[in-house]
T-cell receptor, first 122, second 113 residues
């Protein structure tokens, strides 16, 4: 058990519907990541948060995707108007960053992943 | 893009050591080498990481060459449960606000009885 929880584990939805996934990171971790993984590929980075701030978004995160982490704890990933190409495993990970941002004195621990949410769009 | 090169697949006999190689010739001074594995239908699992020195924990050993351009993950006594895709990743561990892991396709390790 890595300590990162994702809900639901599986989701089947019809094309065009909206879906929302939740991730609860390890409690003391201030950094949270979202990844997407399709069959036969490694996980692809989508976005990450430092506390409640969304610091980076990949080109994969189209305008139909939105992620939030309102209180710097759990996060949600919403996909609007789902398409069949959105079918994938959505993975969440968390890590702890300590130190002074922008300096050599910042450390980022290893990231721990949840079990993922498998989305199937039919 | 991933900064590492790994063989796509390897086989290992149960009980023998599994040695998984990784090339990372463009690694920067503040980048660590991380290894994760992913068992079918599960999230990636952290194994080990290192900067310059060799590292060992209860799961594996990590051997990093002196020039840091390559490394080897060693599972000393592979079991059937070690069958998984193993990912070698280089990642900024200090001195920067980055830290997202960039995965390649990894090495699919098959442990056979």
């Amino acid at each position: 058990d890595t300590g990162v929880s994702q809900d639901p584990r599986h989701k089947i939805t019809k094309r065009g519907q909206n879906v929302t996934f939740r991730c609860d990171p390890i409690s003391e971790h201030n950094r949270l990541y979202w990844y997407r993984q399709t069959l036969g590929q490694g996980p692809e980075f989508l976005t990450y948060f430092q506390n409640e701030a969304q610091l980076e978004k990949s080109r994969l995160l189209s305008d139909r995707f939105s992620a939030e982490r309102p209180k710097g704890s759990f996060s949600t990933l919403e996909i609007q108007r789902t398409e069949q190409g959105d079918s994938a495993m959505y993975l969440c990970a968390s890590s702890l960053v300590t130190g002074i941002a922008g300096t050599e004195y910042i450390m980022n621990t290893e990231a721990f992943f949840g079990q993922g949410t498998r989305l199937t769009v039919v | 893009d991933a900064k590492t090169t790994q063989p796509p697949s390897m086989d290992c006999a149960e009980g023998r050591a599994a040695n998984l190689p990784c090339n990372h010739s463009t690694i920067s001074g503040n980048e660590y080498v991380y290894w994760y594995r992913q068992i079918h239908s599960q999230g990636p699992q952290y194994i080990i990481h290192g900067l310059k020195n060799n590292e060992t924990n209860e799961m594996a050993s990590l051997i990093i060459t002196e020039d840091r351009k390559s490394s080897t993950l060693i599972l000393p006594h592979a079991t059937l449960r070690d069958t998984a895709v193993y990912y070698c990743i280089v990642r900024v561990g200090y001195g920067g606000s980055q830290g997202n892991l960039i995965f390649g396709k990894g090495t699919k390790l098959s442990v056979k009885p």
